[in-house]
């Protein structure tokens, strides 16, 4: 029998028992003898319902999935940071669960705790506001690896960016250059991120003895909307600058949009910085000058750690590099 017509029903005939009995083993959502157990797999096997993998996986008490939580799935970011984890998975015997959590505390929480009932062997979480307390409690109940959070126990199972020296980096570019007004486009600051680009950006001013200017900066929220409003902002409060460091790519686009609107050129009038090194960057008008942040790489590396945390196995994360891309949006003042 094709295992695409067994039923429920077939398999409990075959296995001699309950519709119930076959429901709460493939759910495990109650205790079965494990003499039962046995026999609703052999069914299942014999007439192919499942792959042999998940009849192991109900047999070893394993799902073999790995939740992820992300925050923009759809973003450029993200999509790269998916593929470096589908990448790592591809060969092993583990499938991803993706879902969003739109940075939304609330929203995050109800799907980690969705994930958990799926019982997920793993979870991966990138990004996000899930505060340190609920991912401590988290990772006791689960392998957890985490992207982009400072959690005090956790520290051999989080990935961190250096986002204030990828951010202090951009703007002694700008520096170097001759730039001593620099307009910088925060991200949301209710995130780490942001904030300790905010703070690379200042102590690279200050490193420099360059007063920071209250004025000059600008809150966005990573969106290339808010670069857009931040520097119409800027310019119609009559704010003057030569430079702009914004906290990310998407951010820059609407940057040059906004400069572009109003005649500015960019790096003639205006040099322009981002951060991340999204794969459109290379190809904007012109090509953006940009923090690298290798987010394949650590799709890759946080997929290779939490299967080696399911399987209790030694990892060591490693220390993802930040580098300073050089491209055409940035020229000496």
Request: hydrophobic fraction near 40%; charge should be negative; aromatic fraction near 6%.
């Amino acid at each position: 029998m094709h295992k695409s017509k067994a039923t429920i029903a077939d398999i409990a005939a075959h296995a001699q028992v309950s519709i119930s009995t076959v429901s709460r083993v493939l759910n495990n959502t109650a205790p079965v003898a494990q003499s039962t157990r046995q026999a609703v797999l052999a069914a299942m096997q014999t007439l192919d319902y499942q792959p042999n993998i998940f009849a192991q996986g109900l047999a070893s008490g394993q799902s073999l999935t790995v939740g992820v939580l992300t925050q923009h799935i759809q973003g450029p970011l993200y999509a790269s940071l998916i593929g470096g984890i589908l990448e790592a998975m591809d060969q092993t015997p583990y499938t991803p669960l993706f879902v969003d959590g739109y940075w939304q505390r609330d929203r995050e929480e109800q799907l980690v705790e969705t994930l958990l009932r799926r019982r997920v062997d793993g979870l991966i979480v990138l990004g996000g506001n899930l505060t340190s307390e609920t991912l401590q409690a988290t990772a006791r109940r689960v392998p957890l690896i985490v992207f982009a959070h400072d959690v005090p126990g956790l520290e051999n199972q989080s990935l961190q960016l250096d986002d204030f020296g990828g951010a202090y980096k951009a703007t002694q570019h700008l520096v170097d250059l001759g730039h001593r007004r620099i307009a910088h486009v925060t991200g949301n600051l209710l995130h780490a991120d942001a904030i300790a680009r905010r703070e690379g950006y200042f102590q690279a001013l200050r490193d420099n003895n360059i007063d920071s200017i209250p004025e000059l900066l600008a809150e966005g929220e990573y969106t290339e909307q808010s670069g857009l409003i931040a520097i119409e902002m800027l310019i119609s409060r009559g704010r003057t600058f030569s430079a702009v460091f914004a906290a990310n790519d998407e951010s820059a686009y609407g940057v040059r949009l906004a400069l572009y609107r109003r005649g500015i050129r960019v790096p003639e009038d205006i040099s322009l910085v981002g951060f991340d090194d999204i794969r459109p960057s290379a190809f904007t008008t012109p090509p953006l000058t940009t923090v690298r942040q290798p987010a394949t790489e650590i799709g890759l590396a946080a997929a290779r750690a939490v299967i080696s945390l399911i399987q209790d196995r030694p990892f060591d994360l490693p220390r993802i590099p930040m580098e300073l891309i050089v491209r055409e949006s940035t020229k000496p003042q």
